[in-house]
């Protein structure tokens, strides 16, 4: 059974950072691609990071392209989400997820597992 777990969430200030992980159990990490998403509250849910299979590809929200980063760790089986200038606009539950495909996309559709969120909270 696939397992993701979530952590790093909290209260920032406009403009400070913060570092999301996700920890993976009954998958190794090098066997799907794996996202971040995010859903503010009354809205829907969007697509932010994603890193494909092999971990050479990585794919970006315009709105997260040069501020977030997404990384993994193939020895400890977690990836992350480095988040630098967030802005309030960006509070949100964040969601890890996987996919058995090897493109790292922005489609919700093609991501199989998914963590419970962790919430981040942005204040101005």
């Known amino acids: 059974q696939v397992r993701l777990v979530e952590s790093g969430g909290g209260l920032v200030q406009a403009g400070g950072s913060l570092r999301l992980a996700c920890e993976v159990s009954?998958?190794?990490?090098?066997?799907?691609?794996w996202a971040w998403f995010r859903q503010a509250p009354g809205k829907e849910r969007e697509f932010v990071a994603a890193i494909s299979r092999a971990g050479a590809m990585t794919n970006y929200a315009d709105s997260v392209k040069g501020r977030f980063a997404i990384s993994r760790d193939n020895t400890g089986n977690q990836f992350y989400l480095q988040m630098n200038g967030l802005q309030p606009e960006e509070t949100a539950w964040y969601f890890c997820?996987?996919?058995?495909?090897?493109?790292?996309?922005?489609?919700?559709?093609?991501?199989?597992?998914w963590g419970q969120g962790t919430q981040v909270t942005v204040s101005s």
């Open positions: 997820a996987g996919s058995p495909r090897d493109m790292a996309t922005n489609t919700g559709i093609d991501y199989s597992y």
């Open positions: 009954g998958r190794t990490i090098t066997s799907n691609a």
